[in-house]
């Protein structure tokens, strides 16, 4: 959804066109623009992955340094472009795209007092947000509403089901871990648990596995119950999406609302459909 905030008073031309450029897109020098700074979003992105790579920024880093510099002041420049253009410039500043545009610069000028900041390269991930601003992804966000009613919906199955999870992965961590007798890895308790967790779901990364007989019989216990963390939430959640897709009859008698549109009788109650 594109901002519409008022613009700076009609005698300011230069400062109405430079709006016209950064926020909105039907113009050539607004579409320019917009593919510009998606270039930019792309390449500042890629960059960011190239310095954690320890032998290219040892060989490239005054490199990716002066490039870095490069992108955030022309990210600065736009920030303060879109502040000045626009007559109510809180309501950008404080807006979640206004926020997200500050978060993409600040990182940069924060490392140049505190350079050992390494966890600041997270924050610069965030300009990849700014995409949804390009290509007006915000006008779809609407869809999302319909994926979280469905997730509110099934949410108490839900957390019903993680709750006896829980319960079962700290059982069968504390049973594990007298049964290896607290070796083979299975240390303590909360290493034992932290078996049962990437057992259950089936990430098996090999690091901790038991030796004893009835330890591995355990383990294809937990590992076949595995399966129902896909299957259990992943069927609640298609439940509710089905029926919000599915046209339904509610039945005037017991106020069930879960029968399909071509049912001649209540799934509750069986009052026939007039």
């Known amino acids: 959804m594109k901002p519409e905030y008022d613009l700076i008073p009609e005698d300011h031309l230069l400062l109405k066109k430079i709006y016209r450029v950064i926020y909105f897109s039907d113009t050539k020098a607004g579409k320019i623009f917009d593919i510009s700074l998606l270039l930019l979003i792309l390449f500042s992105t890629v960059l960011l992955m190239l310095e954690t790579v320890p032998q290219l920024d040892l060989k490239n880093h005054h490199l990716f340094y002066l490039l870095e510099f490069i992108i955030t002041i022309f990210f600065t420049v736009e920030y303060l472009l879109r502040i000045f253009t626009i007559k ?6 404080f807006s979640f ?7 993409a610069i600040i990182p940069f000028y924060i490392s140049l007092l505190f350079p050992v900041a390494h966890f600041f390269i997270i924050i610069r991930m965030l300009r990849m947000l700014r995409i949804f601003r390009i290509f007006n992804l915000a006008d779809y966000m609407h869809d999302g509403q319909y994926i979280m009613s469905a997730l509110r919906q099934s949410s108490r199955k ?8 829980s319960i079962f992965i700290v059982i069968i961590g504390a049973v594990m871990y007298v049964v290896e007798d607290g070796k083979n890895g299975f240390n303590s308790i909360p290493q034992s648990i932290y078996w049962a967790v990437v057992t259950i779901t089936t990430v098996g990364y090999g690091d901790i596995s038991p030796v004893t007989s009835f330890g591995k019989f355990l383990s294809v ?3 076949l119950c595995g399966y129902s963390i896909i299957a259990v939430p ?4 298609t439940s509710e999406f089905r029926k919000k897709t599915v046209a339904q009859k509610n039945c005037s008698r017991c106020g069930s609302q879960d029968n399909d549109a071509d049912a001649r009788y209540c799934k509750q109650c069986g009052d026939k459909f007039i």
């Open 97 to 103: 795209f206004g926020i997200i545009d500050l978060l």
């Open 158 to 165: 839900i957390y019903i089901f993680l709750l006896f999870l």
């Open 221 to 223: 216990i937990v590992m």
């Open 234 to 237: 992943t069927g609640i959640v």
């Open 88 to 93: 109510d410039k809180n309501e950008y500043i």
